[in-house]
């Protein structure tokens, strides 16, 4: 695999960075605004990292010379459906300051990546259009947005995100009707069940498994029912149960209280009944338990299932407070779909000769 010359924007704790390493990107430059994100990035990468507002370092991206791909997701509060989708929001804008990095470094491909809202969504048809324009203008002859869902590449949540794709002379893709997704094909494979992934971990308290989220679990006093026990709301608070036997929901980065997923632990590490199942399954059927105990093995995920959900390598370090780390996993590019990306860019990249 050709090792190719790469800059990491919005880098976060580094999740892209270590798909795209490991596809054969290797990070010359990044930058991240959060300090502690910032702290965490260079515990792990040798790479440079500067810590700031990245329009306060276009200037100096003079001195990059041929670079191979800008990467990066900008912040997403603006797009999501679970913000405000506000396209004032200042953080909205930061997607053409990645352009803005395009525009300067004059890359031979760029990858941004954001959430689903942003591709599917008509009230964003402008930015999208305003999107590929600008793409073109910089001489990107084949632009493309793809779709994808974690769960088909290996990593085990239901977590959609888009993927803004422009390639320099890519004349024959550019061309054919298959485009980038068919080069994805190859790498799709069956993410492990969260039963299986959090058993290599062990339970809450042994060697691997220590970071636990202490924040209280209480039912809902009028529960919001859904067909399966892991939609609607039977616990109070936005963190939502995960089943054992399938995927997490999409982390979110605002994990750290009463917003981080809940599993029962006798479930996944003992092979129990499920408690919430059987718990969902009375109140599907009409029933009202009343002075209901919860028993003490369902309990929210740890930092360390949060990392292994988001396919962070086993051995990768931390920085800041719990919190803090919650929400940089949170914020994090699963680093097995980012791997899946950046490989197939690679073999685009050789196709074409590039």
Partial sequence: ????????LFTGAGGMDVGFSRAGFNVVWANEIDTDACETYRLN????????????????????????LVFGGPPCQGFSVAGKMDPNDERSKLIFSFMDVVEKVKPKAFI?????????????????????SKARSLG????????????????PQKRERMFFIGIKNANSIAKSMAGF??????????ALPIRELFGELGPVGTEKNQRVCRAKITLAR????????????????????????????????????????????????????????N????????????????????????????????????DYKFAGKQNSIYSQIGNAVPCELAYVVGAALQDVLTSEGL
């Fill in 45 to 68: 990468h040798e790479g440079e990292i500067e810590c700031g507002d990245i329009r306060n370092f276009i200037e100096k991206l003079d001195s990059f010379k041929n670079i191979d």
């Fill in 181 to 190: 997704s068919e080069y994805l094909k190859k790498y799709q494979k069956k």
């Fill in 1 to 8: 695999m050709n090792s190719r010359k790469s800059i990491s």
């Fill in 140 to 155: 990107y002859d084949f632009t493309e947005l793809i779709l994808l869902n974690a769960t088909d590449y290996g990593v």
């Fill in 279 to 314: 718990y969902h399954g009375k109140l599907w059927a009409g029933e009202k338990p009343e002075d209901v105990t919860l028993p003490n093995y369902l309990r929210r995920i740890t930092v360390e299932e949060a990392a292994r959900i988001q396919t962070f390598p086993e």
């Fill in 222 to 277: 009028e529960p919001i029912l859904r067909r399966s026990a892991y939609a609607g709301m039977i616990f109070n608070g936005a963190g939502r149960p995960i089943d054992g036997d399938g995927y997490s929901n999409t982390l979110p980065a605002s994990m750290g209280g009463n917003r981080t997923p809940i599993i029962d632990e006798n479930q996944i590490f003992n092979g129990g009944e499920s408690w919430i199942e």
């Fill in 112 to 132: 941004l990546e954001n959430v689903k809202a942003l591709a599917v969504l008509e009230k964003w048809a402008p930015v999208r259009n305003a999107l590929f």
